[in-house]
């Protein structure tokens, strides 16, 4: 447990240091494989005016660089609030398998960072949702995928293990 604590309170600084820095909101993001830091990121939403800056993203993006491939199978997350529906998604495609975190949803939504109507719009069908979506040009984008069923499992699994 002490070893958790440490790695929580890694990210848990980095969220107080935004508040210092400005670069973006409070929230910071360790990531963890054999007890090592991979990588240590704040949000930098403001800084980098990107909207999908947020620490665990950003965390995401340095530790698989560092190790070369976007597979993170192995690696634990800790994060400074209940990571978004956008964090969550790329937690998921990471493969990132046991997340610590401190603030809840709640607590974020407290704080005037809520995202319950992200979570909302994501429960209805696409028709359904606020921003207008509209199939365009189906018989062309599908020429994409028939080529990557078609490419077979060898190019997958490089592309896959990231060493293309």
């Excluded at 909207?51 to 993006?61: F, S």
Aim: net charge negative; proline share 4%; aromatic share 8%.
């Amino acid at each position: 447990m002490e070893t958790h604590q440490k790695f929580m309170q890694k990210a848990i600084s980095l969220s107080r240091k935004n508040l210092k820095t400005l670069d973006g909101g409070p929230f910071g993001c360790v990531i963890v494989r054999d007890g090592k830091i991979l990588s240590a990121e704040p949000n930098t939403v403001t800084r980098d005016c990107d909207p999908t800056a947020h620490a665990e993203i950003n965390a995401i993006r340095s530790a698989s660089k560092k190790i070369g491939k976007a597979d993170l199978s192995g690696c634990i997350m800790y994060t400074s609030a209940e990571p978004c529906p956008m964090c969550l998604s790329a937690i998921y495609w990471s493969n990132i398998s046991q997340v610590y975190y401190g603030n809840t949803k709640r607590d974020a939504e407290w704080a005037g960072f809520g995202d319950e109507f992200i979570s909302e719009q994501l429960g209805k069908k696409i028709e359904e949702q606020d921003i207008c979506f509209e199939r365009i040009m189906a018989s062309d984008a599908i020429k994409a995928f028939e080529e990557w069923v078609a490419a077979g499992p060898e190019l997958k699994e490089t592309i896959k293990d990231g060493s293309m």
